[in-house]
């Protein structure tokens, strides 16, 4: 079984992603280093250590990250909320990310999200060098962080595979996750390519499992050797019908994010 040459740091492991990634290298028996604001609420794989760890505390986080070779950054917020509640943790707390990571020389793998484009209309097909059209200060955080990525890859060579995770969850709800599913199991195979691929250089990567109904097209994934497995398609006929009966929402790749607040007037 193939192994990372130097340890994994994983940020966010308490968080519901996070523990399947935990899981799932764990039981590789890769060496992991797991941290969280939060404690980690599972037994620990024999490989992993556990250290709690505010984003915001950059002293922390370069102690955390020395003798890594890849920083797997799932931790800060994770949905819509205020400016004020976003910056901390997913503005300042990515700048520790990637100080961390230049100065070890190790790759991020970022966990971007769909919020980061949710402005484009359903009905576009995206490739990964799309604008950047955020629905929220959360995607507007992804967004940024995606640009750390490549100031860092082209200002200190350091490698980043930006992963636009669409809707990651036990299964699909709903009709827009039959188009931005990924299944927990593509999740940690994707994971685990992006720690193994020799040279990744700036991926970008559509997170999302072989729907038939998605929104995206190209991206890096024949660099890292990753192909979905799953495909929420086998939901379709439960869940074509489930729509929001919201206009905005239904018509934007965001959905509910961009609907959020909404007050722009039409026409
Ligand atoms: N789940 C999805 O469908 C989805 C979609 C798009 C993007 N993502 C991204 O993937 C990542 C993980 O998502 P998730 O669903 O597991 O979210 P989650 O909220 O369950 O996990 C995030 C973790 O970050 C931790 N955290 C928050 N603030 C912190 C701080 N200041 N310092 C240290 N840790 C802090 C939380 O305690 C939590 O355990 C997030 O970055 C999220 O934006 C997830």
């Known amino acids: ?7 994994v740091l994983l940020t966010g492991a308490s968080g519901a992603l996070g523990r399947q990634i935990a899981r799932g290298l764990g039981a590789k028996g890769w060496s992991l280093r797991l941290t969280d604001i939060a404690p980690f609420p599972d037994p620990l794989p024999a490989g992993a250590r556990f ?4 984003l915001n505390d950059g002293v922390a986080i370069l ?3 020395e003798g890594c070779g890849t920083i797997l950054h799932f931790g800060g917020i994770s949905i819509d909320r205020p400016f004020e509640e976003v910056f901390g943790p997913n503005l300042r707390g990515l700048y520790h990310i990637y100080e961390a990571a230049r100065r070890e020389r190790a790759r991020v793998v970022f966990a971007s999200s769909n919020h980061s484009i949710g402005f484009h209309e359903r009905s576009e097909r995206l490739d990964d060098d799309c604008a950047f059209e955020p629905d929220c200060y959360y995607g507007l955080s992804k967004a940024y962080g995606e640009l750390m990525g490549r100031l860092y890859w082209h200002k200190h060579g350091v490698e980043s595979v930006l992963v636009r995770i669409g809707s990651c969850f036990p299964e699909p709800v709903d009709a827009r996750m039959l188009a931005t599913w990924l299944s927990y199991a593509d999740l940690v ?8 691929a020799e040279r990744t250089d700036l991926a970008v990567i559509w997170g999302a499992s072989n729907n038939a109904r998605s929104f995206w097209g190209r991206d890096a994934r024949a660099r890292l050797g990753w192909q979905p497995e799953d495909s929420a398609d086998v939901y379709a006929a439960q869940l ?13 790749q965001g959905g509910a994010y961009a609907a959020n607040g909404y007050s722009r007037r039409e026409g």
């Open 240 to 252: 074509a019908g489930k729509l929001s009966g919201d206009p905005v929402c239904e018509r934007y």
């Open 63 to 65: 102690r955390l990250a």
């Open 189 to 196: 195979r994707l994971m685990e390519r992006a720690v193994l």
């Open 51 to 54: 250290e709690a760890a505010d």
């Open 1 to 7: 079984m193939t192994s990372p040459a130097r340890p």
